[in-house]
């Protein structure tokens, strides 16, 4: 989610309660120790008690590389600084990513996923958890369970699994029955990740991958209020409607003001679109804003236009979750 779940946003899906944590984009790591500064941009969570979002919800940080040695240097900065919880990312598909040798490329090889683990974990030396994101393998499925065992032999406390191979990048289906499998191969949590976008996800997740939690991606974007829609149906066996568009439109507009506070405004303009993009996938009217105002390029037109009358056509969206 890189570009996407940064702390503004984090804060803003956080405010309902729903989530239990929340993990950074990732710091990439290449060769040698980052300076502070780097992880406060990544997790300005860092500054505040707890490792926290405003609503209280834990932060975890994130690292991506593929050299034992700096992952492990800094790895100890991460720690000195304040870091509660330690992830790694072995799941990134990005071409530009896996071609500098980080994130899912590494799943071509089990022994590096564990060495990379193994490295992490000795640096923090117990003090903090470091846990693990990682993909059903890169080209196919034959590591599947292996790099999960590695990452554990490595001493991960956790597993987060995308349901799909680096080469199915996005693509329905996710395979959540391969995470039963990994599931039966290893001692340590395993969560299900992709593809869930709705209660009726969720519950097929969990039923075929025999997984206590889920992880929410791009399912928390297009629907905000997901993880609490989860949680009230777990307490209460009831639906809550769908989100009504003016509240979607409140927090559009919340998300603008704290990004514009620092950003440029072309910035922010191209970071409400990204959202309102998101969103449009499981919402009829966030599909007919963003047909819209898809080419609206200055930004209080586009807040404006989130709630301006525009004309009726066919949107091209799913059915509201």
């Known amino acids: 989610m890189e570009g996407v779940i940064d702390a503004v946003t984090r804060d803003l ?39 926290a979002t405003p609503a209280g919800v834990p932060v975890h940080l994130q690292l991506l590389g593929a050299d034992p040695a700096a992952l492990a240097a800094n790895a100890r900065q991460a720690l000195h600084l304040g870091a509660r919880s330690l992830d790694l990312n072995f799941g990134c598909p990005a071409k ?10 590494l799943l071509r090889d089990p022994g590096r996923v564990e060495a990379a683990v193994a490295a992490v974990q000795g640096a923090v030396g117990g003090a903090i958890p470091v846990t693990a994101k990682l993909r059903l393998g890169f080209a196919d499925r034959r590591l599947a369970l292996a790099c999960a065992r590695a990452a554990e ?23 959540w029955e391969w995470l039963a499998r990994i599931r039966h191969r290893v001692r340590i949590p395993v969560v299900a990740n992709g593809d ?19 992880m929410l991606g791009r399912g928390a974007l297009a629907d905000p209020w997901l993880a609490p829609r989860i949680r009230h149906w777990q307490a209460t066996g009831e639906r809550l409607p769908a989100t009504p568009w003016r509240v979607r439109a409140e927090l559009l507009r919340d998300f603008a003001a704290a990004q514009r ?12 679109k990204q959202w309102l993009s998101h969103m ?34 066919p949107a091209r969206a799913a059915t509201p979750a």
Do not use: M
Request: proline share 8%; charged share 25%; glycine share 6%.
């Open 13 to 51: 899906l956080t405010r309902t309660p729903g989530f239990d944590w929340a993990v950074t984009e990732f710091v990439r790591v290449v060769d040698a120790p980052l300076p502070p500064r780097v992880f406060r941009r990544h997790c300005p969570e860092l500054d505040r008690p707890g490792v």
């Open 196 to 214: 869930i976008w709705t209660l009726e996800d969720y519950w097929k997740a969990r039923t075929l991958s025999g997984c206590r939690d889920v």
């Open 96 to 105: 530009t990513v896996n071609r500098h040798d980080g994130g899912a490329s």
């Open 280 to 313: 449009r996938s499981r919402d009829v009217e966030a599909a007919r804003r963003f047909q819209a105002l898809k080419r609206c390029t200055a930004l209080d037109a586009l807040l404006a236009g989130l709630e301006a009358p525009i004309p009726r056509h």
């Open 261 to 272: 506070s620092t950003l440029p405004e072309r910035v922010v303009t191209a970071l409400v």
């Open 153 to 175: 032999r490595g001493g991960a406390a956790q597993l987060v699994v995308h349901a799909r191979t680096r080469h199915e990048g996005y693509r329905p289906p996710a395979h």
